[in-house]
């Protein structure tokens, strides 16, 4: 009887589940992922972009077993069974507590906690799709669960937390091969980068020396990797087009969830179509919902009338006047965006909804550069602490990325001017886009590049 089954993958080709793997993947809750799709709203961008969690999650079981195996033949000692039996199972399902459009409505509009920090969510659909007794008869649930959560477990012992979902992790090297393949964009990391992986200290970390020697092929291998996140994030993440559509998708919900015609859990039971079939059913009497879902059905996009961007101009923001913004205008603290919103419709006498407030978490640290790496015999460090040049403007760049952007219908073009003026008082700063629009927000950024 054949104990493994063989899975055709469009990225990796093929990959190889066991039959205990097989059988978490036929539960009702693993299946769900076939319908939320990977980058959400990134599809009116990128039309291949329709790739799922179900995909990526096969991918990063296959990317974990292939760092295991790595680390076994670095380091001579083979993997316990048990703790690979863990971390395949753990990458398997680590992105089964997201819902619908998640990142959007987590980490831009922050109407949710993370789809990792909410331990009532993984167990509801834990419990509710037969994963839960599927995991529990495979003696796995209570170690799954940890790493899923990161709990004491996981940080005390972190090697196997860091093979799935650390820095440069499973779940990175497949995302980063995904995304780029189906968004069409001419970029891959070298599978070279497996051989440096080791295991040191009970941490996952990569190897840049050998035989005591600095190897500077192998940082340039690691620094390859942090180029292409960051290059997913400018173009894919945070393209200002899935910027527009995702704030109108998370303004609409945010609006379904305050006239209560829609309950937070039954986001758990969702996919992508059916979250949207649901929201245009119940929003029938409510214009302003119904009027967003249906701009969005024609990619009516709002438009981008005021920016604030970060580090990258000479009267820049602080960064405690940017962790000033982000308080009252992604975390919503006192419903300062709510009422900032209502005000602005209100000053435009535009209808409720029609003005949207986007403004991400202002810590966009590339986390991929905090990877541990060995530099000689016996020193671990971080890698963004050797100070190594491109690494420094890369981190530099990616936490640039940010923007304060308020968008509008374009049918309202004609009270743009007067949204901007509205715009500069309330947030007591210049709009910046007319500087993006003449290129001319990296020109301060490249100077000091330049002098250092």
Known sequence: MRTTKTIRDAVHGDLILTK?????????????????????MSSLVYPSAVHSRF??????????????????????????????????????????????????????????????????RLEHILEAGGLGDELRAQGLYQEVCGLLLKKKEAVERPF??????????????????????????????????????IEANQRLALDLQRDGLFRHDALSELVHVLRLRYGLTERVYYHHTKVAAGAMLSKALEMALTERMFAYPELFELGDESFLHVLRERSQAFPAIRGILEAL??????????????????????EAQ??????????????ARTKAESALCRALKLPHGSCIIYCPAAAMALKEARVQVRIDDGAICSLDTLRHSEIEVLLRKHRALWRLSVLLPATAADRFAKAVHWCEDTFGFPTMLPRQSRGQLMFTFASEESEN
């Open 322 to 335: 940017i962790a000033e913004l982000e308080q009252k205008y992604h975390f919503n603290q006192g419903n």
């Open 160 to 197: 196997r937390y860091e093979v799935v979902a650390g820095t440069i992790c499973a779940d990175l090297l497949d995302y980063v091969r995904r995304d780029a393949f189906f968004c069409g964009l001419n970029q891959n990391f070298d599978d070279r980068v497996f051989s440096l992986f």
């Open 55 to 120: 995909e990526h999650s096969l991918g990063t079981c296959a990317m974990a077993e292939r760092i295991l195996q790595a680390v076994e033949h670095n380091g001579g000692m083979p993997i316990a069974a048990e703790d690979r039996r863990v971390v395949r199972a753990a990458a398997l399902l680590h992105d089964i507590t997201h819902v619908p459009f998640g990142h959007t409505f987590e980490d831009e509009r922050r109407i949710f906690e993370r789809h990792d920090r909410d331990a009532d």
């Open 20 to 40: 205990d793997e097989m059988r978490l993947v036929d539960t009702k809750a693993f299946q769900r992922l076939r319908g939320i799709k990977q980058l959400g």
């Open 297 to 318: 059905e024609r990619r009516a996009l709002y438009k981008r009338v005021y920016l604030l961007s970060r580090g990258e101009f000479d009267d820049r923001l602080s």
